[in-house]
Structure formats: C-alpha cells, structure tokens
C-alpha cells in the first residue's frame, strides 16, 4: 500500500493552501492534484461534499473540511507538533486558527470580488481550471459566468454597502499589527509554525495573489511577506515562545481583531440563527454590522466553546482572555 496521501485543492482556494502547507511542514508524502474536471471522478470517490479540499489517506479514507482535516493527521503524526506546550499559547493558537477560517476569509472574499481588477484576475484563473485549453470568446465567456456569479456571492462573507468599509479596514489594521508582531519572529508563535498560522496564512496568502491585497501587502508590511512566503514551505526555526514573550503583540490582535469583531460577530450569527431571522445586525467595534446569518459559523463558534471548556485548568487562561475581550463569548 502507498503511502502517498492525495490532496484535491486549488491554489485559489486559501483552506487547501493550507492543508498543503501543513502536509509540507509535517513531511508527510501527498500528491497535490488540482481539481478540475479530469479530477472529478476520482474526487467524487473522496468527497462527500463538491468542495476542496479533499483528502484521501493511504488506506483510502476521504476527509474534508481543513481544519478536521489537520486534527486528524495530527493526530496520527504528532511530531513535530503544531501546539505549543504553553496553555495559554495553546488555545489562542486554535483560537486564531478559526479566527482565519472565519474572519478571515471575509478580508480574501470581499476583496477578491470587489474591485474589477481583482474580480478580472481571479475570474480569469479559475476560468483556467475549469476549462483548460479553452481560448478565445469561448474563454471569455466562461470568465463573465465566474466574475457574474461569484460576485452576487459576496454577501456570504458578510459583504455588502454597510460593511465593505469595516471589512477593509480590518484587514489592513490586521496586517499592521502582525507587521509589529512578527518582527524579529518567523511564525506566529515563535521559531515554528503552529495550528493559528496554517489558518490566518491561507487568507492571507491568497489575498496576496490577488492585485488589490497584493499591492497593500507589499506596500508597507515586509515581515507580513517574509512570513506569507516562509509558510508557503515552512520549516521549523526554532522553538515556540512562551505566552510571556508573545504577549505584548499577540494581545493587540486578540483584543481589536478576535475579541472586537470577530467573536460577538460569531454570537450573532448564532442568536439569528437561533431565532429563525433573515438578517441581523450587530454592533461591533468597527461599527454597526448586518448581514445573513451563516450555519457553518455556528458550528465553528460551538467547536471553540468546547475546545475552551475542555482545557482542564484555566487559571492561566482566563486571565488573559478576559483583557482579550474574549472570555464571555466562550463561555457559552
């Protein structure tokens, strides 16, 4: 039996980016297959749900969704480990992981898709991937189906007049503040990669391939950069630092970004959800927020709140996620 696993993904596509990146950082043999539809057959074998990525293990498991996917193997290849030792480096790492997955995929979407130059360029690539060799007005045609459906798709992020302001926003004090956090340091944590760089990385890093994101990035943040293309093939540099040192940078981060946005936005959507509503408004620290509530992101605020209640001792925790701004909304 091979021991190859398989990773159905696209490079477009910031939750398989960083599933890739991790299968590099562990060392794990995988073949990375872009999909498209000389793939879909085999996907389909894998794949419970038409999205990437999809993984299929050496004895022939299919898994899906990134972060599941990076416990599992995790937990089958625990060395070299993506959780710092530290407690309370620990959860704020798995806490940034989602904070990626879900706030931050809200900064890639809205921008991919807001301006036409970045709607032109991306529409092109997957055009590219759908239908390789096509050419022409055929080609041209099956941009204008991308650019026309996916930008009626923005207010899935949340994206709309209201909020496009404070989604932009977000993103560029985000990146001024891991700017300060990530001098002097390779990774998030320290001198290796931990579960919150995978997450945060593969927005980040996408919304750098896309011209508008690309152009603000380089514009001012060049250890934002160095660490966007270290963990396009990250190895480890070092040890994880302790909370100690982490602490005077890291917290700004979970105090205006997690603590401020992200995680009443989260409670939100989940009390809307609750109630049967169409739409909710929020007040947040960016101001006031509205959009359709989204299933995925209750069940992503669930997974933290049992995540949070399964650390057995919270003395050290708790403080800091008080002055985060965090605690009460994990405290379900």
């Given at each position: 039996?091979?021991?190859?696993?398989?990773?159905?993904?696209?490079?477009?596509?910031?939750?398989?980016?960083?599933?890739?990146?991790?299968?590099?950082?562990?060392?794990?043999?995988?073949?990375?297959?872009?999909r498209?539809?000389?793939?879909?057959?085999?996907?389909?074998k894998y794949?419970?749900?038409?999205?990437?990525?999809?993984?299929?293990?050496?004895?022939d498991?299919?898994?899906?969704?990134?972060?599941?996917?990076?416990?599992?193997?995790?937990?089958?290849?625990?060395?070299?480990s993506?959780?710092?030792?530290?407690?309370?480096?620990?959860?704020?790492?798995?806490?940034?992981?989602?904070?990626?997955?879900?706030?931050?995929?809200?900064?890639?979407?809205?921008?991919?898709?807001?301006?036409?130059?970045?709607?032109?360029?991306?529409?092109?690539?997957?055009?590219?991937?759908?239908?390789?060799?096509?050419?022409?007005?055929?080609?041209?045609?099956?941009?204008?189906?991308?650019?026309?459906?996916?930008?009626?798709?923005?207010?899935?992020?949340?994206?709309n007049?209201?909020?496009?302001?404070?989604?932009?926003?977000?993103?560029?004090?985000?990146?001024?503040?891991?700017?300060?956090?990530?001098?002097?340091?390779?990774?998030?944590?320290?001198?290796?990669?931990?579960?919150?760089?995978?997450?945060?990385?593969?927005?980040?890093?996408?919304?750098?391939?896309?011209p508008?994101?690309?152009?603000?990035?380089?514009?001012?943040?060049?250890?934002?950069?160095?660490?966007?293309?270290?963990?396009?093939?990250?190895?480890?540099?070092?040890?994880?630092?302790?909370?100690?040192?982490?602490?005077?940078?890291?917290?700004?981060?979970?105090?205006?970004?997690?603590?401020?946005?992200?995680?009443?936005w989260?409670?939100?959507?989940?009390?809307?959800?609750?109630?049967?509503?169409?739409?909710?408004?929020?007040?947040?620290?960016?101001?006031?927020?509205?959009?359709?509530?989204?299933?995925?992101?209750?069940?992503?605020?669930?997974?933290?709140?049992?995540?949070?209640?399964?650390?057995?001792?919270?003395?050290?925790?708790?403080?800091?996620?008080?002055?985060?701004?965090?605690?009460?909304?994990?405290?379900?």
């Amino acid at each position: 039996m091979s021991d190859v696993h398989r990773i159905w993904g696209a490079e477009i596509s910031p939750y398989s980016v960083k599933v890739r990146s991790y299968f590099r950082y562990k060392a794990i043999p995988h073949e990375w297959i872009v999909r498209g539809p000389a793939e879909m057959e085999e996907f389909k074998k894998y794949a419970k749900l038409p999205l990437i990525p999809a993984v299929a293990t050496p004895d022939d498991e299919g898994l899906q969704d990134s972060t599941p996917i990076l416990e599992k193997i995790e937990a089958r290849n625990p060395e070299p480990s993506i959780h710092p030792s530290d407690p309370v480096s620990n959860f704020v790492s798995a806490l940034l992981e989602e904070f990626g997955d879900e706030w931050g995929n809200k900064w890639m979407f809205h921008f991919r898709w807001a301006r036409e130059a970045d709607q032109n360029a991306t529409a092109a690539r997957l055009a590219a991937v759908m239908a390789p060799g096509v050419e022409g007005e055929q080609l041209q045609g099956i941009i204008d189906g991308v650019k026309g459906r996916m930008v009626s798709r923005v207010w899935f992020v949340g994206s709309n007049e209201k909020t496009a302001p404070q989604i932009e926003q977000s993103f560029k004090d985000a990146l001024a503040l891991l700017e300060a956090h990530l001098e002097g340091r390779s990774y998030l944590f320290g001198g290796r990669p931990a579960f919150g760089d995978f997450g945060l990385w593969g927005q980040i890093y996408n919304a750098w391939t896309d011209p508008t994101c690309k152009e603000i990035i380089e514009a001012g943040h060049p250890n934002v950069l160095a660490w966007i293309q270290r963990m396009l093939d990250p190895k480890s540099e070092g040890e994880f630092e302790p909370w100690s040192a982490l602490e005077p940078t890291l917290m700004l981060l979970l105090e205006k970004q997690v603590g401020g946005l992200f995680l009443p936005w989260s409670e939100a959507n989940r009390k809307a959800l609750e109630a049967g509503e169409e739409e909710f408004t929020v007040a947040l620290a960016s101001g006031e927020w509205t959009q359709k509530p989204q299933k995925y992101h209750a069940r992503s605020l669930a997974k933290l709140r049992e995540r949070y209640a399964a650390v057995s001792n919270k003395d050290e925790l708790d403080p800091v996620l008080e002055r985060a701004g965090c605690l009460r909304w994990l405290k379900a």
